[in-house]
Structure formats: structure tokens, C-alpha cells
């Protein structure tokens, strides 16, 4: 697979005044070419045979994913000035003739391969036993140079290499079958992850070692009103023992692989929490889809949650007719995502009135995204076997909300979710 991509964006950053609505003057016009290769390759080979009176499955397979991935970044130089008021920004309306500077370029390659294998056992006519594994070797290189956007000079350069080498990580499960519709089952399996983009500083940084864990889990699977709705109740446990975490004493900064470093592998992180989902169809041509989870995560190295802003509690509810008779082809659906609230705290610049920048004292900071309930509305006709028409509202209340909010890295902060929109579609199928 092969990707070419372009990308432009214009932007400021640093502090909004919640009472003026102004900000910084830093405003940054850049492009970025991006070019992307993966290729992969994966055999497996399945099998069964009968012993004791009941069959046996065997998997067997290998695989590997080589991906490289190359960019650049450019930025034009700009006497843009700020709108009196953020959100009345337009774009057309910091148009620069200035030319385009390299300031980056960078070229990642990554290389996953492994073996793996499944056994699965009858050990009774309701009970299955699943034992399986995985062996993976990864390889990660990394070459960055930036530029002195004026004189295209290379300030500096920085290679980052970084391999795993055999890492074995089993797997082991139980199925157990209640009811032709019911089963139960649990499962224990090793997690190992790579996090050799993450660095230990000082810069130019060391890759940190990978993630190894281990994650447990309990639950049923069934059939309600036969077999119409789907229903599963997950609970489960998640160990990860050397997780990143952002080092306090190497602030983020742009380029330099910024973004990048500087962490500590010193997370020891727990994530509990229970899924349960519904899905079907309850009457003729209506379909519903819901789903609830629950998640507390903690960090026992700092004794505190580790993601603040994951929600403990986010609930789903999707539903459609699709009308039958003389309507037939016409559908209405909607749907609603509710959620609690999050929220991010860390250390900030105060305001320095003698510099008139942030850049006072640091102080310590909690910002708190309330909860949300989010609707979305759609209709849509088939006017024929090919061609479909559709008109979707999304965010229907107008809901103001952040999507994300973070300080890991003040170059790419707190952003808006979309508000109220509409979108008429028509599509061809064939």
C-alpha cells in the first residue's frame, strides 16, 4: 500500500483570554508532504483432527509489516495578525505570498514480523480450551534534520535506532458453553508493545523500553427473544508495567523532536473496567445498537489516574426503521453518545506583566470538561439497487464541548468538537 499526502494548516497557539476572547499573535502557516509505503505479507495454515472423541483446531502462521514513512514540513513566514475575536477566524483572510521554507524533514522505518500458533482443545462436549502464543521481532529507525528556514542550512540531525528481538508472549483462554445460546468464557494473555518512538531525555534521547503486561477477562456472550439480540458482558483487568509518561524536567518544544521526548518508562498502570453490549434486531426493519462501558485507570507509581481524560462512564444508543410497504427504501435513525466528565491537570506559565508573555512562574493546573450528551439525526432512501440518497444532522443541540484536551504537548492542545451540521449525500453501489 502507497500513500501521498498533502496537508496545509494555519493556526495560532499558546493562551485564549476566556474574557476577551483574544490570544497570542503566534500564528504558524506550514505544509507538510507526507508519504507512506506498508507492505505486508501473512500466511496462516488451519487444521483439525479427532482425539478422544472430539475434534481438535490447530492455527499456525507468520507475518510481517514493513512500513516507511517519510515527511516534511514547511513554514511561511507571516505578519498575519490575530482576529479581535478567536472564533470569528477565516482563513482567507491571512492569504500570504510569501514562499513555503523547509524546516523539517524526517524519514521513520518500521519492521514487525512474527510467528504464531493456536490450540484449540475439546476437552468436553460445553468445554473449550484455548492455549496459544506469539514470537516478534520489531526494528525501528528514526533519521530527523532540521533547517534553518532562512539559509536551508541542516541545524541538526538525529538518528534514533531501536529492536526487540524474540519476544514470546502466550495466550491462554476457556470457553464454556451454558446454553446453545449462552457460553461464558475467560481469558489470560502477556502484552508487550513497543514504544521506541517515545525518547528518554536529554535530547536527542533513548528509545524507552517497550510495555510488557498482562491483561485478564471475564464475561458471557448470548442470544435474547431467539437469537435477535446479541447481548456480551465483559469484565476486565489490565496490568502495564513501564508505560511512558511525560518527564516533567524536558518540557515539549517544537521540532527537535519535541513531540517525541522526553519520557519515563516509569508508569505502572491499572485499567479495570466492565463492557456490556446489545445489538439486533427487535421488530421487523428496526435495528438497535447499545453499549456501556466503564474504565478506571490508575498510575501506582504516582498513586493517581493514569488517563484523566477517559472518561469512567460512556454510554452509546443507536437506532433505525427501515419502512416497509409502499415506503419501502425509506429509513430514519439516530443516535445519542453520552459520557462523564474528564478532566487534565499539570503545571502552566503564569502571566508575567512585565514581559506581557506567559512566561512566569510554573503553577499547578486543573482544567475539567464537564459531562456531554451528543444527538445525531439521519434519513435516507434507496432509489433504486444503485443509487441512495442521505441527509444526516450531527451534534443536533449544538453542544459546545472540547474533543480532546491535554497538555502533553502545548503545540497541539485543547481543540472544539464540530458543531451543529448537515450533510446531504448521494451514493452510487454496484
Given at each position: 500500500?502507497?500513500?501521498?499526502?498533502?496537508?496545509?494548516d494555519m493556526s495560532w497557539y499558546e493562551p485564549i483570554d476566556p474574557v476577551t476572547l483574544t490570544g497570542s499573535s503566534s500564528?504558524?502557516?506550514?505544509?507538510?508532504?507526507?508519504?507512506?509505503?506498508?507492505?505486508?505479507?501473512?500466511?496462516?495454515?488451519?487444521?483439525s483432527f479427532h482425539l478422544l472423541g472430539h475434534e481438535h483446531k490447530v492455527i499456525l502462521g507468520t507475518n510481517i509489516n514493513r512500513r516507511v514513512f517519510p515527511w516534511e514540513t514547511r513554514i511561511r513566514n507571516s505578519n498575519a495578525t490575530l482576529s479581535p475575536?478567536?472564533?470569528?477566524?477565516?482563513?482567507?483572510?491571512h492569504i500570504s505570498n510569501e514562499p513555503y521554507l523547509r524546516t523539517l524533514r524526517a524519514?521513520?522505518?518500521?519492521?514487525?514480523?512474527?510467528?504464531?500458533?493456536?490450540?484449540?482443545?475439546?476437552?468436553?462436549?460445553?468445554?473449550?480450551?484455548?492455549?496459544?502464543?506469539?514470537?516478534?521481532?520489531?526494528?525501528?529507525?528514526?533519521?530527523?534534520n532540521t533547517y534553518n528556514r532562512n539559509t536551508g542550512a541542516v541545524t541538526s540531525t538525529s538518528l534514533t535506532k531501536y529492536e526487540d528481538n524474540k519476544v514470546f508472549t502466550p495466550y491462554l483462554g476457556l470457553v464454556f458453553d451454558i446454553t446453545k445460546q449462552w457460553s461464558a468464557y475467560g481469558s489470560i494473555a502477556e502484552t508487550y508493545q513497543s514504544q521506541a518512538s517515545s525518547l528518554k531525555g536529554p535530547l536527542p534521547g533513548k528509545p524507552l523500553d517497550p510495555v510488557t503486561g498482562r491483561s485478564y477477562e471475564?464475561?458471557?456472550?448470548?442470544?435474547?427473544?431467539?437469537?435477535?439480540?446479541?447481548?456480551?458482558?465483559?469484565?476486565?483487568?489490565?496490568?502495564?508495567?513501564?508505560?511512558?509518561v511525560r518527564d516533567q524536567a524536558y518540557p515539549p518544544t517544537p521540532g527537535d523532536l519535541g513531540s517525541n521526548c522526553c519520557y519515563l518508562n516509569d508508569g505502572r498502570i491499572t485499567s479495570r473496567g466492565v463492557d456490556i453490549e446489545v445489538s439486533g434486531e427487535i421488530l421487523p426493519g428496526w435495528q438497535v445498537l447499545a453499549g456501556y462501558t466503564f474504565n478506571d485507570n490508575e498510575n501506582k507509581a504516582?498513586?493517581?489516574r493514569y488517563s484523566t481524560i477517559t472518561p469512567k462512564h460512556l454510554f452509546k444508543l443507536w437506532s433505525s426503521y427501515a419502512f416497509q410497504g409502499v415506503l419501502e427504501g425509506l429509513k430514519f435513525g439516530g443516535g445519542l453518545t453520552a459520557q462523564s466528565s474528564y478532566y487534565q491537570e499539570g503545571l502552566a506559565n503564569a502571566y508575567n506583566r512585565t514581559s506581557g508573555q506567559y512566561d512566569g512562574p510554573s503553577v499547578p493546573y486543573e482544567f475539567t470538561e464537564p459531562g456531554r450528551v451528543l444527538v445525531d439525526l439521519f434519513a435516507q432512501y434507496h432509489l433504486n439497487k444503485h443509487w441512495s440518497a442521505a441527509f444526516n444532522?450531527?451534534?443536533?443541540?449544538d453542544k459546545k464541548y472540547y474533543q480532546t484536551v491535554t497538555n502533553d504537548n502545548p503545540y497541539a492542545g485543547n481543540y472544539y468538537g464540530e458543531p451543529r451540521n448537515f450533510l446531504a449525500s448521494v451514493r452510487y453501489s454496484y
Open positions: 500500500m502507497e500513500s501521498n499526502n498533502y496537508r496545509r500564528f504558524r502557516d506550514r505544509e507538510f508532504d507526507i508519504d507512506e509505503t506498508q507492505k505486508t505479507l501473512d500466511a496462516v495454515l488451519k487444521g475575536n478567536i472564533f470569528e477566524f477565516n482563513p482567507l483572510d524519514k521513520t522505518k518500521t519492521v514487525e514480523k512474527g510467528v504464531y500458533g493456536s490450540f484449540v482443545a475439546q476437552i468436553t462436549d460445553p468445554l473449550k480450551l484455548i492455549v496459544g502464543g506469539r514470537i516478534s521481532w520489531y526494528n525501528y529507525e528514526d533519521l530527523t471475564v464475561g458471557v456472550k448470548g442470544g435474547l427473544f431467539n437469537n435477535q439480540l446479541n447481548t456480551a458482558l465483559a469484565f476486565y483487568s489490565i496490568k502495564r508495567n513501564g508505560q511512558a504516582e498513586s493517581g444532522v450531527n451534534n443536533i443541540f
